[in-house]
């Protein structure tokens, strides 16, 4: 069964600095997704940022970039100059399935804290 | 202008009553989604839809039961409620079932 692993329960950066949240996935497909969502304490879940497995390119979104290593199973998410407004969970989640069944798995989370 | 919503957004209530909790997009999505946030915010899907048909049901008590009159609305009953019952529900859509997923606000169901 596929899996997705985020290690690091909790988490806090400096404003403005720069900070890694880690993620692996297990899986024995080729072709699949990988997503961060964001849920700050308003408990609204938001796309951070997605990438497809059959990309090579990491894909980037404003400060936020991924470091995408499908051989190691690795999806980490960068922030970049952190924000007090990215205080917040961040689900690590891989979607797989075939056609018309597709469904997300979400790993565990990591509470991210940006200190002032 | 809200994209997914639902209602309502806290609901408290007691132990063997039933409920629904009701969602709807104006996204145009032919896929919509029941996930439960348990009180450790692990999120894991329940069921989905896709253009009113059934597509997912995930090992969930048939106390669930998830209703879709149009495939705008993806509506969730719950009957005899139990104290494990208690979490965040989100309903999601998707324009189809393998691209991202955009959530409503959460219904914080409380089972007192």
């Known amino acids: 069964a596929q899996t997705v692993t985020q290690s690091q329960p909790e988490m806090s950066v400096q404003e403005a600095e720069t900070v890694t949240l880690s993620c692996t996935y297990d899986?024995?497909?080729?072709?699949?997704?990988l997503f961060w969502y964001k849920q700050p304490p308003s408990r609204q879940m938001i796309l951070v940022i997605r990438?497809?497995?059959?990309?090579?390119q990491n894909a980037t979104e404003n400060r936020f970039s991924v470091n995408f290593q499908k051989a190691a199973k690795s999806f980490s998410l960068k922030i970049s100059d952190s924000q007090l407004g990215d205080t917040a969970m961040y689900f690590c989640?891989?979607?797989?399935?075939?056609?018309?069944?597709?469904?997300?798995?979400f790993g565990t989370g990591t509470r991210l804290k940006v200190l002032a | 202008d809200t994209a997914v919503s639902q209602t309502p957004k806290y609901l408290v209530t007691q132990m063997g009553n039933d409920k629904s909790i009701k969602c709807e997009q104006n996204?145009?999505?032919?896929?919509m989604y029941w996930y439960k946030q348990d009180s450790k915010k692990f999120l894991k899907i329940m069921f989905s839809?896709?253009?009113?048909?059934?597509?997912i049901n995930e090992t969930v008590p048939n106390r669930f039961s998830p209703k879709s009159p149009d495939k705008a609305h993806l509506n969730l009953h719950i009957n005899s409620l139990e104290l494990g019952d208690s979490a965040v529900y989100f309903c999601?859509?998707?324009?189809?079932?393998?691209?991202?997923?955009?959530f409503g606000p959460g219904t914080r169901l409380t089972v007192t």
């Open positions: 990438q497809e497995a059959y990309k090579q």
């Open positions: 999601a859509s998707s324009p189809d079932s393998k691209y991202e997923q955009y």
């Open positions: 899986t024995s497909e080729s072709n699949y997704y």
């Open positions: 996204l145009g999505h032919d896929t």
């Open positions: 989640a891989f979607m797989k399935g075939t056609s018309g069944t597709y469904k997300y798995i």
């Open positions: 839809y896709n253009n009113k048909e059934l597509i």
